[in-house]
């Protein structure tokens, strides 16, 4: 079972910038994906953005590209997503999810971090 613990949502400016975390219980070696998914009051959970943990090929939504990168840390277990030019409809709750392969796929998620976009 992998445990993911999210950090660094808050209150933003529009146009401002924030750096969310990933923190995953074991290494990321023994993970296929990771990414970031987020919900907005009344609407699904949509993949923002994910990253395949082997090699760099990732895979952004339509609507951060260009503003969002996400990135991996192998030596901390970490995934980081920065957000820049951050718009109003980008507040959400945010996600990290994690596909395992081993033993067939496994999806884990974290608890989710709030960031809120707002004048």
């Known amino acids: 079972q992998v445990q993911l613990v999210e950090s660094g949502g808050g209150l933003v400016q529009p146009g401002g910038s924030l750096r969310l975390s990933c923190a995953a219980s074991?290494?990321?070696?023994?993970?296929?994906?990771m990414g970031w998914y987020r919900q907005a009051p009344g609407k699904q959970r949509e993949l923002v953005a994910q990253i395949i943990t082997s090699g760099d090929a990732t895979i952004y939504a339509d609507s951060v590209k260009g503003r969002f990168t996400i990135s991996r840390d192998n030596a901390k277990n970490m995934v980081h997503l920065q957000m820049n030019s951050l718009k109003p409809e980008d507040t959400a709750v945010y996600y990290c999810?994690?596909?395992?392969?081993?033993?067939?796929?496994?999806?884990?998620w974290g608890q989710g971090t709030q960031v809120t976009v707002s004048s």
């Open positions: 999810r994690a596909m395992v392969l081993t033993g067939g796929a496994h999806v884990y």
């Open positions: 074991e290494s990321i070696f023994n993970i296929y994906a």
